[in-house]
């Protein structure tokens, strides 16, 4: 079993940063890849970003790349995700992800465990 919990989340300016926390408990962090994803209202849950367990290959969506950074830090068990140059877009609930295997995915339902969110704000 493993545990996410997110942190890092609230309200920030357009063009402002933000950087995601998401520490994991429950089994060798270097066991899985991690991904994030992101949820706004009424819309579908969306990859944003994922890394492999080493932090050697990332992956971002079209829509962050360029924006936002993905890292992981294994001998402190939390992946990071560095929001910058934020848009009224980015605002969504967003979640954490672990997938045991070692590569990442963009699909949400490879993904093993979920954390329960963190709330992601930015207004105009």
């Known amino acids: 079993q493993v545990q996410l919990v997110e942190s890092g989340g609230g309200l920030v300016q357009a063009g402002g940063s933000l950087r995601l926390s998401c520490a994991a408990s429950g089994r060798t962090f270097s066991d899985y890849a991690m991904g994030w994803f992101r949820q706004a209202p009424g819309k579908e849950r969306e990859f944003v970003a994922a890394?492999?367990?080493?932090?050697?290959?990332?992956a971002y969506a079209d829509s962050v790349k360029g924006r936002f950074t993905i890292s992981r830090d294994n001998t402190k068990n939390t992946v990071y995700l560095q929001m910058n140059s934020l848009k009224p877009e980015d605002t969504a609930v967003y979640y954490c992800?672990?997938?045991?295997?070692?590569?990442?995915?963009?699909?949400?339902?490879?993904?093993?465990?979920w954390g329960q969110g963190t709330q992601v704000t930015v207004s105009s």
């Open positions: 992800a672990a997938k045991l295997t070692h590569c990442p995915s963009r699909d949400d339902y490879q993904y093993d465990y």
């Open positions: 890394i492999t367990w080493s932090g050697a290959s990332t």
